[in-house]
T-cell receptor
Framework: RKEVEQDPGPFNVPEGATVAFNCTYSNSASQSFFWYRQDCRKEPKLLMSVYSSGNEDGRFTAQLNRASQYISLLIRDSKLSDSATYLCVVTQTGANNLFFGTGTRLTVIP | DAGVIQSPRHEVTEMGQEVTLRCKPISGHNSLFWYRQTMMRGLELLIYFNNNVPIDDSGMPEDRFSAKMPNASFSTLKIQPSEPRDSAVYFC??????????FGSGTRLTVV
C-alpha cells in the first residue's frame, strides 16, 4: 500500500467554483502534513502546511483528520491560475524525508 | 539566494552511457534529497543526505545508481549504465529542517 494516496483527477471546474481534494495516508505515525503545488514542467512548491486545527490562507483551506487519516484542501472562488497539480505530502516521526502522493490535477475553465 | 541549482536542465543520452546529474543546495541547508518523477509512479525519493552523510538510500533502484555529496554545497547522482526506463525528471531538494523543502528546477533525462 502506498504511503499517500490521492484521486488523480482530472478535476475540471469553471472559474469561481469551489473544489475540494482529499488525500489519505497509511501510517498513523505520520507527523507533518503539507500541500504542494506543481505547475506543468515545473518543480513542486510548498502551498501550505496542514495543522490539526485546520488552517486557511486566503481562498485555500486545509484540514487534517487524524482519526480517519485523511487530509483535505478546499479552494474557493477558483481562478484560472489555480490550474496545476496538487500534491499531498506527509512526513513520519523521526524521518526527514517527505512522502508524496501522485497528485490531483486541477484545470479551471474560463 | 539563487535557490537549488540543478544541471543540466535536459539530458538526452544513449542506452549504456553514464549520466551525471548535479545539484547545488541552498547555502545553509543541511539536508539534501534526490527525487525521481514519472507519470506512472509520481515523485519517489531516491536518497537523502544530512550534513553530507547518506541517511536513507533505500529508494535507489539498483546498483546502477549512485549518489555522492562531497561537501555541503554539491551533490551528484550518477547512473551507469543508463537504460531507457531511467527516463524521468530528477529533482534535487534541500531543507534546513522538517519543513520548507525547496526544489530545484529538475533535470529531464531521456535515455534512447
Amino acid at each position: 500500500r502506498k504511503e499517500v494516496e490521492q484521486d488523480p483527477g482530472p478535476f475540471n471546474v469553471p472559474e469561481g467554483a469551489t473544489v475540494a481534494f482529499n488525500c489519505t495516508y497509511s501510517n498513523s505515525a505520520s507527523q507533518s502534513f503539507f500541500w504542494y503545488r506543481q505547475d506543468c514542467r515545473k518543480e513542486p512548491k510548498l502551498l501550505m502546511s496542514v495543522y490539526s486545527s485546520g488552517n486557511e490562507d486566503g481562498r485555500f483551506t486545509a484540514q487534517l483528520n487524524r482519526a480517519s487519516q485523511y487530509i483535505s484542501l478546499l479552494i474557493r472562488d477558483s481562478k484560472l491560475s489555480d490550474s496545476a497539480t496538487y500534491l499531498c505530502v506527509v512526513t513520519q516521526t523521526g524521518a526527514n524525508n517527505l512522502f508524496f502522493g501522485t497528485g490531483t490535477r486541477l484545470t479551471v475553465i474560463p | 539566494d539563487a535557490g537549488v541549482i540543478q544541471s543540466p536542465r535536459h539530458e538526452v543520452t544513449e542506452m549504456g552511457q553514464e549520466v551525471t546529474l548535479r545539484c547545488k543546495p541552498i547555502s545553509g541547508h543541511n539536508s539534501l534529497f534526490w527525487y525521481r518523477q514519472t507519470m506512472m509512479r509520481g515523485l519517489e525519493l531516491l536518497i537523502y543526505f544530512n550534513n553530507n552523510v547518506p541517511i536513507d538510500d533505500s529508494g535507489m533502484p539498483e546498483d546502477r545508481f549512485s549518489a555522492k555529496m562531497p561537501n555541503a554545497s554539491f551533490s551528484t547522482l550518477k547512473i551507469q549504465p543508463s537504460e531507457p526506463r531511467d527516463s524521468a525528471v530528477y529533482f534535487c531538494a534541500s531543507s534546513t529542517a522538517n519543513y520548507g523543502y525547496t526544489f530545484g528546477s529538475g533535470t529531464r533525462l531521456t535515455v534512447v
